[in-house]
């Protein structure tokens, strides 16, 4: 099963070399969504799975609230992933009943967390969610005027956020599909010389 996922993963990401002028005739059949933020060098628009195939604005605006988070939860997993493999770890002062600096890092740390620690994880991420969800248009107009970015610099700044998603979202992947095939996540690593003894002593 996971080795299919891996060449399904494989194959969705090997349409991203797909040369561009391709993908700007594709992009011409879909409602005007080529000139929308994220539509830009190298890929330019990108729809390789045609979720927008007759989509309408809301549609669209969906699909690009979710890519936004799960580029940033990416990037977080990205970050989470580096800070545990490097040996760090929360204290047992914050997390009572619960021995961190004895739980492996990647995703061999769910076979090896407690049940109440998953659950506690869970609870605050969908705690967290709620309440963004609950005041996110109060919280995004006051982030907007705190930052006191100009348009043209918000829309920047907004397709940078889109990009680190997307690639952390590869990224990743890559550490996961590695970890499982022959538990080294950072392969480059060793490529270059520096090999990383991934969970070492667990």
């Known amino acids: 099963m996971f080795r299919a996922i ?3 993963a494989s194959i969705v990401g090997a349409a991203a070399f797909a040369p561009a002028g391709r993908m700007v005739r594709l992009s011409a059949l879909k409602m005007s969504f ?4 994220g539509s830009q060098a190298p890929l330019g628009f990108w729809d390789p799975l045609n979720f927008l195939e007759g989509a309408d604005q809301e549609k669209f605006d969906r699909l690009r609230e979710v890519e936004t988070k799960h580029g940033r939860i990416a990037q977080l997993a990205i970050l989470g992933h580096i800070v545990t493999t490097a040996g760090y770890r929360l204290p047992e002062s914050l997390t009572p009943g619960t021995d961190f600096s004895k739980i492996p890092a990647g995703l061999a740390a769910l076979n090896a967390l407690p049940a109440d620690a998953i659950f506690g994880t869970l609870l605050t991420v969908a705690a967290i969610e709620g309440g963004f969800n ?3 248009a109060d919280i995004e107009a006051a982030q907007i005027k705190a930052s006191g970015w100009d348009q043209e610099t918000l829309d920047r700044k907004l397709a940078i956020e889109l990009n680190q998603g997307r690639a952390a979202q590869m990224g990743i992947l890559g550490l996961m599909v590695h970890e499982k095939l022959d538990n080294n996540p950072y392969i480059i690593n060793s490529l270059l010389g520096s090999p990383v003894d991934f969970n070492a002593g667990f």
């Open 6 to 8: 891996a060449i399904l």
């Open 34 to 37: 080529e000139s929308e933020i």
């Open 134 to 136: 609950y005041r996110k």
